[in-house]
């Protein structure tokens, strides 16, 4: 059996990380099944999650996760996908994961009225994998430090809040555009993609956080019948 290694459950999504959200939704979709395995991020092989066991090879990377699986399949998910719809959903995955990622971040770890939300969520994370409750402050205020330095490395972080958000909500106009009536995001069929797709739209929707993104996501009603339609599909049972 496949094993997931992630953070958690968290805010009402299946992980507090997008990345582990997408490979398990990868999984829901061409229906194998797996194991969730709660890890400590720093015994990981890239000190990111989510990695997976596959025939118990660790193998870190959403992308590379996908990859590999679907190399074992003889159908393969985006089988039905031209160059052309293969080349826009690759643009619109890279857009989700290397941009609209780090401003998630931002309102997450960095922005007061995110942090808020977010860091009991971290320090209860942290309490189950075993970090003493009287280090958890520590731990949860150093990772707030190198989570802000990530996304002002990328260089979203460091617009001013309003400019941050508006780059983030035409990322998700674009998105709402070409998602248009579809029930998936290139088409009628599920590909790929739309694991990305699921997790990013779910972690922006996630009523624990409440920012103008969300709200802006809220107003697109393609976003948000999406977001029901894939939670109905494929993560109604556990
Ligand atoms: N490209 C990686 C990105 C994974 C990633 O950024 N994971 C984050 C959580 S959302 C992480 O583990 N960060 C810890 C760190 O970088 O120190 C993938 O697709 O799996």
């Given amino acids: 059996m496949i094993k997931v290694h992630k953070y958690g459950p968290a805010f009402g999504l299946p992980d507090a990380s997008p990345f582990v959200t997408k490979v398990e939704t990868y999984l829901r979709i061409v229906g194998e099944p797996y194991e969730e395995v709660l890890t400590d991020v720093r015994k990981m092989?890239?000190?990111?999650?989510p990695c997976a066991t596959i025939d118990g090879v660790i193998v870190p990377d959403s992308s590379a996760i996908i990859e590999r699986l679907e190399a074992r399949r003889s159908t393969k998910l985006d089988a039905h996908l031209d160059p052309k719809e293969r080349a826009i959903a690759f643009a619109f995955k890279t857009m989700l994961e290397?941009?609209?990622?780090?401003?998630?971040l931002y309102f997450r770890w960095t922005a007061d009225d995110g942090w808020r939300v977010f860091e009991p969520g971290l320090r209860e994370m942290l309490g189950k994998l075993g970090v003493p409750?009287?280090?958890?402050?520590?731990v949860s205020g150093q990772a707030r430090k190198q989570v802000t330095s990530r996304h002002e490395t990328q260089g979203?972080?460091?617009?001013?809040?309003?400019?941050?958000?508006?780059t983030c909500k035409d990322m998700l106009d674009s998105l709402s555009t070409y998602l248009g009536d579809n029930p998936f995001l290139c088409g009628?069929?599920?590909t790929t993609y739309d694991a990305t797709a699921y997790a990013f739209i779910a972690g922006v929707l996630a009523p624990?956080?409440?920012n103008e993104v969300r709200d802006h996501a809220t107003s697109k009603q393609n976003?948000?019948?999406?977001?029901?339609r894939m939670k109905a599909a494929y993560w109604s049972r556990a």
């Fill in 45 to 49: 092989p890239r000190k990111q999650l």
């Fill in 98 to 104: 290397e941009h609209l990622y780090f401003g998630l």
């Fill in 133 to 138: 409750s009287l280090l958890r402050g520590l």
């Fill in 156 to 166: 979203i972080g460091r617009k001013p809040r309003e400019e941050l958000a508006a």
């Fill in 188 to 190: 009628d069929k599920p």
């Fill in 208 to 210: 624990a956080f409440k």
């Fill in 223 to 228: 976003l948000v019948a999406y977001d029901n």
